[in-house]
Nanobody
Framework: QVHMVESGGGLVQAGGSLSLSCAVS????????MGWFRQAPGKVREFVAA????????ISAESVKGRFTASRDNAKNTVYLQMNSLKPEDTAVYYC????????????????????WGQGTQVTVSS
């Protein structure tokens, strides 16, 4: 059984930083691309960042590029999202997701291409 548990969310002032973690168990972690998505109230879920199974490729959405970075530690089965220079518009529930990609470095931006999801962690940025 796959378990994915996000942590690290909270309340932060604009301009501040947060680091999210997602601990994963029950799958061959390095065979999965790991993605981060977010959903704000009344809005659709949107892609934030993703990192390939080996960690060799990392991509991020234009809205967070240069501020957010995904990373992973395959020895710990954990993926991270470092968020800097946070803005009020970054307020959302953040979800990690795992997609089976045993070969290559594809990092999907579409949620439907991921197989497993965490329960989400709230990030609130005050102005």
């Amino acid at each position: 059984q796959v378990h994915m548990v996000e942590s690290g969310g909270g309340l932060v002032q604009a301009g501040g930083s947060l680091s999210l973690s997602c601990a994963v168990s029950g799958l061959a972690f390095d065979s999965y691309v790991m993605g981060w998505f977010r959903q704000a109230p009344g809005k659709v879920r949107e892609f934030v960042a993703a990192i390939s199974g080996s960690g060799g490729r990392e991509i991020s959405a234009e809205s967070v590029k240069g501020r957010f970075t995904a990373s992973r530690d395959n020895a710990k089965n954990t993926v991270y999202l470092q968020m800097n220079s946070l803005k009020p518009e970054d307020t959302a529930v953040y979800y990690c997701a795992a997609g089976f990609r045993p070969y290559g470095s594809m990092c999907p931006k579409i949620g439907g291409q991921y197989d497993y999801w965490g329960q989400g962690t709230q990030v609130t940025v005050s102005s």
